[in-house]
Each structure stands twice: as C-alpha cells, then as structure tokens.
C-alpha cells in the first residue's frame, strides 16, 4: 500500500469473489467510519442478473455497464471530496484499472475456495448461484505490486475483518480529513 499522505479522502472498494463477504463488511466498515456506502450490485443492469441467477457467468461485455456505473460513483464521491466504500468483484486487472484513481483503495477479501464454497451453500436471497463460483475464481486476477490495495483474510469474523480495514485504511489516511461531509 502507498504511503501516507494522500490528496484526498479514500474510496476502499471491497472487492473478491462471490461469497468473499463483501456486502456483510463493507457495510460495517462504512458503519464504523461514517463513509458512504453503494453495494455496487446494486448497479447491475437486470439482464445481468438475470443471466447470473440462469447460472451463466458474465462478460467483458455485460460487466461494462456496470463498471462504468461503480466508476462513476467512484469519481463523484472523489469530486465531491467525500470518502466511500463500494463493493465490487473487480476481478480482473482491467476492471480495477477502470476504477482506479488517487484515492482509491482496493480491499481484496480473500479466502480459499472451499471456505467460500460453503459459504455460498448457506447463503440465502442472492441471485448469484453457487455453480458460478468456479468461473469467478478463474477470472480473479491476483493484485499487482502496482495497485493501492489492502488484502485481508476471511477466516475472522466479519466485525475483525472490518475492524482490520479500517485500521489500515487509517493508517493510508494518516494527515488527510476523512470525516464524512453532509
């Protein structure tokens, strides 16, 4: 991760495969810091989730509209000089790319395949099916050296995991005024 002193509040975008946890600590994180919160899932076209709840992976192409949206959140919560936490898979480099700016930090929630495997079986209410797990794990592209990002491991209990972002993403922060803006 880059080094203290950055122009601007952040914007963690809690990323991972489905069942990595993302909606359950983003939303804690962004309960504990005040920060607003997008569930980029959200922003999904309903043809794209539609085609995840047939069972049928996404492409670059369904994916696009939707990164375009989470960007433009992205980039308006910087604009406004407001902090945020989104979540979103960004699972390929290219997607992060499109996301990427100053201010953002990529919070990677990971953990093995069998560890979310279960998780998905006990999962209820979400339209992503647990047959897609294999075809996200193949499209997830391990961070760069390059990219502003924090990973943290799922095995702890959500509220540890969240606690740990936050005390990360405050040490990227050091010197820079985080507090939420009405």
């Known amino acids: 991760m880059d080094s203290p002193g950055h122009p601007g509040p952040p914007i963690l975008v809690v990323m991972g495969v489905s069942?990595?946890?993302?909606?359950?600590?983003?939303?804690?994180?962004?309960?504990?810091?005040?920060?607003?919160?997008?569930?980029g899932d959200d922003l999904h076209?309903?043809?794209?989730?539609?085609?995840?709840?047939?069972?049928?992976?996404?492409?670059?192409?369904?994916?696009?509209p939707w990164l375009a949206a989470v960007g433009a959140w992205i980039r308006d919560h910087t604009v406004r000089g407001?902090?945020?936490?989104?979540?979103?898979?960004?699972?390929?480099?290219?997607?992060?790319?499109?996301?990427?700016?100053?201010?953002?930090?990529?919070v990677h929630l990971s953990g093995t395949r069998e560890q979310i495997r279960e998780r998905l079986r006990?999962?209820?209410?979400?339209?992503?099916?647990?047959?897609?797990?294999d075809s996200q794990f193949d499209t997830l592209e391990p961070l760069e050296p390059d990219e502003t990002a924090i990973v943290v491991g799922i095995d702890a209990e959500p509220a540890d995991v969240a606690a740990e972002i936050v005390a990360r993403a405050a040490e990227w922060t050091r010197g820079t005024d985080v507090s939420p803006r009405p």
């Open 45 to 64: 076209p309903r043809a794209n989730v539609e085609k995840m709840a047939a069972g049928r992976p996404l492409g670059d192409a369904d994916r696009a």
């Open 82 to 106: 407001r902090p945020g936490v989104v979540t979103c898979s960004a699972l390929r480099r290219r997607y992060r790319d499109a996301l990427a700016g100053e201010n953002v930090v990529f």
């Open 19 to 39: 069942g990595s946890g993302k909606s359950t600590v983003a939303a804690l994180v962004a309960e504990a810091t005040g920060w607003d919160l997008l569930e």
């Open 122 to 133: 006990t999962r209820r209410g979400h339209y992503m099916p647990a047959d897609l797990l």
